[in-house]
C-alpha cells in the first residue's frame, strides 16, 4: 500500500473522525471558559466586593446584570456571554424569590404551635385527662391545616407565589437561550430544530391518515 493510500485510509478511520470532532468541541468549549471568566468573572467580584452580603440584597445584583447584558452589543463580542450573563441574573432572581415564598410559606407553623399549645394547656387545666396521642394528632392536624388554608388564601402568600412562578419560567427561557446558542456554535441540532421536526411529522401522520380515509371511503363507494 502506498504512502497516499495509508493518508486516505487513516482520513477515512471513523476513530479518527471521533478524536478530531472531540477535540474541536474541547477548544470551543476552553474559548468560552475563557471569554465568560475574561468579561463576568471581574464585575462579579466587584459586585460582591462592594455588597458583601451577596445574593440577599434584594434583587439590585440580577437588575445590574440585565442592564449590563441589554446594553449596546459589538460585533466582536459573543452572543453566548451575553445569554449566559442573563442566565446567572435570572437564576440570583429566583433564589431571591424562592427565599420569599419559604418565609411567607413558613408564617403559619408558629402560629399553630401556639394555637395546639394552647389547646392542650386548656383541656388538662380543668382536671380532665389528658387526650391520647391520637386525639391529640388529629388536633394538631385540624389547627395546622386551619393556619395553613387562612394563610394560602393571603395576598402575600399568592403574590410570592406568582413571583416564585414567574422567576422560574423566566430562568428556563434564558437557560433554554443558552442551551441554543451552545448548540449553534458547536454545530449540534437546537430544541427548536427537534420541535420543528416533530411538527412537521405530526403534520406528515395527520395527512397520511386523511389519504387513508378518503381512499378507504372510495373502495366503499366503489364497492357498492
Given at each position: 500500500?502506498?504512502?497516499?493510500?495509508?493518508?486516505?485510509?487513516?482520513?477515512?478511520?471513523?476513530?479518527?473522525?471521533w478524536a478530531k470532532l472531540w477535540q474541536t468541541m474541547a477548544e470551543s468549549s476552553n474559548r468560552m471558559v475563557e471569554a465568560w471568566s475574561g468579561?463576568?468573572?471581574?464585575?462579579?467580584?466587584?459586585?460582591?466586593?462592594?455588597?458583601?452580603?451577596?445574593?440577599?440584597?434584594?434583587?439590585?445584583?440580577?437588575?445590574?446584570?440585565?442592564?449590563?447584558?441589554?446594553?449596546?452589543?459589538?460585533?466582536?463580542?459573543?452572543?453566548?456571554?451575553?445569554?449566559?450573563?442573563?442566565?446567572?441574573?435570572?437564576?440570583?432572581?429566583?433564589?431571591?424569590?424562592?427565599?420569599?415564598?419559604?418565609?411567607?410559606?413558613a408564617a403559619p407553623w408558629p402560629e399553630a404551635s401556639k394555637r395546639f399549645y394552647e389547646t392542650m394547656s386548656a383541656t388538662g387545666s380543668d382536671?380532665?385527662?389528658?387526650?391520647?396521642?391520637?386525639?391529640?394528632?388529629?388536633?394538631?392536624?385540624?389547627?395546622?391545616?386551619?393556619?395553613?388554608?387562612?394563610?394560602?388564601?393571603?395576598?402575600?402568600?399568592?403574590?410570592?407565589?406568582?413571583?416564585?412562578?414567574?422567576?422560574?419560567?423566566?430562568?428556563?427561557?434564558?437557560?433554554?437561550?443558552?442551551?441554543?446558542?451552545?448548540?449553534?456554535?458547536?454545530?449540534?441540532?437546537?430544541?427548536?430544530?427537534?420541535?420543528?421536526?416533530?411538527?412537521?411529522?405530526?403534520e406528515l401522520r395527520r395527512e397520511v391518515r386523511t389519504l387513508a380515509r378518503q381512499i378507504r371511503d372510495q373502495k366503499s363507494e366503489a364497492a357498492?
Amino acid at each position: 500500500m502506498s504512502e497516499k493510500d495509508k493518508s486516505a485510509s487513516a482520513d477515512s478511520d471513523p476513530g479518527l473522525e471521533w478524536a478530531k470532532l472531540w477535540q474541536t468541541m474541547a477548544e470551543s468549549s476552553n474559548r468560552m471558559v475563557e471569554a465568560w471568566s475574561g468579561s463576568m468573572a471581574p464585575f462579579m467580584l466587584a459586585r460582591l466586593s462592594e455588597k458583601p452580603g451577596g445574593f440577599g440584597d434584594g434583587n439590585e445584583l440580577s437588575a445590574a446584570i440585565e442592564r449590563m447584558a441589554q446594553g449596546p452589543r459589538l460585533a466582536d463580542v459573543w452572543d453566548i456571554d451575553r445569554k449566559m450573563a442573563l442566565a446567572f441574573g435570572a437564576w440570583i432572581e429566583m433564589r431571591q424569590r424562592l427565599a420569599s415564598y419559604n418565609a411567607v410559606a413558613a408564617a403559619p407553623w408558629p402560629e399553630a404551635s401556639k394555637r395546639f399549645y394552647e389547646t392542650m394547656s386548656a383541656t388538662g387545666s380543668d382536671g380532665s385527662p389528658h387526650p391520647e396521642w391520637r386525639e391529640a394528632f388529629a388536633k394538631w392536624s385540624e389547627i395546622s391545616n386551619e393556619e395553613l388554608i387562612r394563610n394560602q388564601r393571603t395576598d402575600g402568600f399568592l403574590q410570592a407565589q406568582k413571583e416564585l412562578l414567574q422567576a422560574g419560567l423566566k430562568l428556563r427561557s434564558r437557560q433554554d437561550d443558552v442551551a441554543e446558542a451552545a448548540s449553534a456554535m458547536l454545530g449540534l441540532p437546537t430544541r427548536k430544530d427537534f420541535d420543528d421536526v416533530t411538527q412537521q411529522l405530526t403534520e406528515l401522520r395527520r395527512e397520511v391518515r386523511t389519504l387513508a380515509r378518503q381512499i378507504r371511503d372510495q373502495k366503499s363507494e366503489a364497492a357498492r
